[in-house]
T-cell receptor, first 115, second 113 residues
Framework: DTEVTQTPKHLVMGMTNKKSLKCEQHMGHRAMYWYKQKAKKPPELMFV???????INESVPSRFSPECPNSSLLNLHLHALQPEDSALYLC??????????????FGSGTQLSVL | GENVEQHPSTLSVQEGDSAVIKCTYSDSASNYFPWYKQELGKRPQLIID?????GEKKDQRIAVTLNKTAKHFSLHITETQPEDSAVYFCAANLPGGGDKLIFGTGTRLQVFP
């Protein structure tokens, strides 16, 4: 299995809602990531988990709350989002570090619209 | 921190022609340089990558070259086909920053039949 699976594919939420994005991989990868991608822009790193521990938080607002329940699952909890948070949210996974960077495998993303 | 510049932002070629996309990076400690292809509405997909211990890598019609001295790397696509049309992103890793990739701004490649 070489897939990173994300649900839901599309999400529309109001600014007062609470929702969660889910990501799953079964490639035995021990690093998992959340990226945010605006239209016509490159992916921007939000969070990195390494061995189920948060290793990088790119100064993301607290209305985004990541969670890594186990080595295969990654969640992103959303609360009180703003319209400017509308974007494609991509999950990715990789092996963890050797001497060089590791190949990143992306999920299909969740297209989020905040009204 | 690492900064990755990518050129051109758009590239139009005739089917069968070659396409070249260039990237420069700023941090000499970067040692891993992947290229991703993203079709409209789809996920970024790794198409080729290169590590700093080699200067060139080829996979069928796709090749990547790396010049560590000049801190630039390039993607070469030969015999382009309409299905090569997509946005291509280069990236460089940030050693010591965990598993962190810095992406270039992207190149929209259009291949006309």
């Amino acid at each position: 299995d070489t897939e990173v699976t994300q649900t839901p594919k599309h999400l529309v939420m109001g600014m007062t809602n609470k929702k969660s994005l889910k990501c799953e991989q079964h490639m035995g990868h021990r690093a998992m990531y959340w990226y945010k991608q605006k239209a016509k822009k490159p992916p921007e790193l939000m969070f990195v988990y390494s061995y189920e521990k948060l290793s990088i938080n790119e100064s993301v607002p607290s209305r985004f709350s990541p969670e890594c329940p186990n080595s295969s699952l990654l969640n992103l909890h959303l609360h009180a989002l703003q319209p400017e948070d509308s974007a494609l949210y991509l999950c990715a996974s990789s092996q963890v570090g050797g001497d060089f960077g590791e190949k990143l495998f992306f999920g299909s993303g969740t297209q989020l619209s905040v009204l | 921190g690492e900064n990755v510049e990518q050129h051109p932002s758009t590239l139009s070629v005739q089917e069968g022609d070659s396409a070249v996309i260039k990237c420069t990076y700023s941090d000499s400690a970067s040692n891993y340089f992947p290229w991703y292809k993203q079709e409209l509405g789809k996920r970024p997909q790794l198409i080729i990558d290169i590590r700093s211990n080699v200067g060139e890598k080829k996979d069928q019609r796709i090749a990547v070259t790396l010049n560590k001295t000049a801190k630039h790397f390039s993607l070469h696509i030969t015999e382009t086909q309409p299905e090569d049309s997509a946005v291509y992103f280069c990236a460089a890793n940030l050693p010591g920053g965990g598993d962190k990739l810095i992406f270039g701004t992207g190149t929209r490649l259009q291949v006309f039949p």
